[in-house]
């Protein structure tokens, strides 16, 4: 599966996809966790404390015949995964892309995330954090993925953000590449829910973008505790209510997407 | 004064520009209040409704629409594109992404 997760600052995009992400390595599936974020704060729901990034522009190769970057030759995308990420929590990798070190050029760490959208059978399910706001997430990063959650609290700033970037999803004219041939799946994902009221603040706010909430995240203020100490919800609230949500939304998203299997029968080219 | 607001999402960017634009207004002070987020939402905290914040056309589009032979300097372009918001704010947005791939 290839997952894109995009909200307003702040909703819990980072949470949510760093849950997920250990909850699926967990059950065996090999995870592959990109923050996209210029501001990267996936790492934190990962377990990590260093969040270095980027794939070095010498493992790239500049086309030749046109602008852009490709592949080096002989080199096998599972390698330069290994290579440049982490080992996070529960085994899932973990790529930062977003926030680059000064000696490295954007276009290569772009062009890398290009070529991994190739490898659509290469056993990985793909999680990518992005960054919040719309300018960022649809100049490339979104498109590429097979669901978009769009996370959504309930204030009017994050509905109306929500709006917004539903419609970015749907535009008709977009220059999409090839790869991948279907325009992503796009669901919502509602966070931080107090109350009944706070759910149907959502539902009314949305309900003529006729999109489904795939899940319904109650408000925990334990996360906020675990936010202060910079501690992944898996870790200081194994048990919470949210966890529980969130391992359904897994569930369902192994359910709905492709390659939602268990990759335990040796690596794949 | 010209003051610039940055910070994680979420931490609060909008509620403070918004209520600071406002507390200085009130003071008599003349504030100019601009949205410079891709996805602005300074409309809401500043006391606009979710309808007029999402009215707001971003000054860049306008200025895209109108004959570039004739861009007007940076007061007419508040004058003529902007909002006024509570308190006598002069609101405007910068820069908002209606397009997946905006020139």
Redesign the interface.
Known sequence: MRIAVVGKGGTGKSVISGTLARVLARRGHKVLAMDVDTMPGLAFSLGLANQTGGILPEEMAEKQEKKGWKLKKGTRINTLVSKYSQVAADGVRYLQLGKLPDKLKPGSTMAFWYVLQRFKRNGWDMFADLAAGTRQPFSGWANSAEMLLLVIEPSAKSVLSVRRLAKLAQWPKRKRKKIPPEPPQVMLVANKLRSQDDLVLIQQGTKDLDLPIVAEIPFDSELAVGEQLGKALLDHRPNAAAVRTIEKLANFLVEKTSNGLVQNKGESK | MKIAVVG????GK?TTSGTTARLLARKGKRVIALDC???P?LG??IGLS?AE??RLVSLRQRLDEEDAEHAPSAHEILERFGTLAPDGIQMAVVS??????PG
Do not use: A, E, H, P
Request: aromatic residues 4%; proline residues 0%.
């Open positions: 994680k999402g979420g931490s909008t987020d891709s996805n939402n809401l905290s979710v914040t999402d908002r992404i209606d397009q997946y791939d």
